[in-house]
């Protein structure tokens, strides 16, 4: 089980992003509400403004997203070694 949670946590960040950028695209083609198709309508009435706010939400989601999964694959799996940040930068091992 261990083993499991670490390659799930593993694809986590990529599929946070994946699903995101699913949403939005499904946004453009069938929906009247979200993100997706906050995005067309601001573009359609050439509002920039609008747009990158709705671009804005959708990065700080995933941010958000991904610093969640963080910290729940930090709870649950204490066992892998944690790197330091200031070893091994350019030299061997400590």
């Known amino acids: 089980?261990?083993?499991a949670l670490a390659w799930t946590?593993?694809?986590?960040?990529?599929a946070i992003s994946f699903s995101l950028a699913a949403m939005v695209i499904a946004g453009f083609v069938g929906?009247?509400?979200?993100?997706?198709y906050l995005i067309v309508f601001?573009?359609?009435?050439?509002?920039?403004?609008?747009?990158?706010?709705?671009?804005?939400?959708l990065a700080f989601a995933g941010i958000a997203l991904v610093a969640l999964a963080?910290?729940?694959?930090?709870?649950?799996l204490r066992w892998p070694p944690q790197f330091n940040k200031r070893c091994c930068i350019g030299r061997?091992?400590?």
Do not use: Q
Request: avoid cysteine; hydrophobic fraction near 40%; charge should be positive.
């Open 70 to 76: 963080e910290r729940v694959y930090r709870r649950l």
């Open 31 to 36: 929906t009247t509400t979200g993100t997706g």
């Open 92 to 94: 061997g091992p400590p």
């Open 42 to 57: 601001a573009l359609s009435k050439l509002n920039a403004n609008e747009m990158l706010a709705a671009i804005t939400v």
């Open 1 to 3: 089980m261990p083993t």
């Open 9 to 14: 946590f593993a694809a986590l960040p990529n």
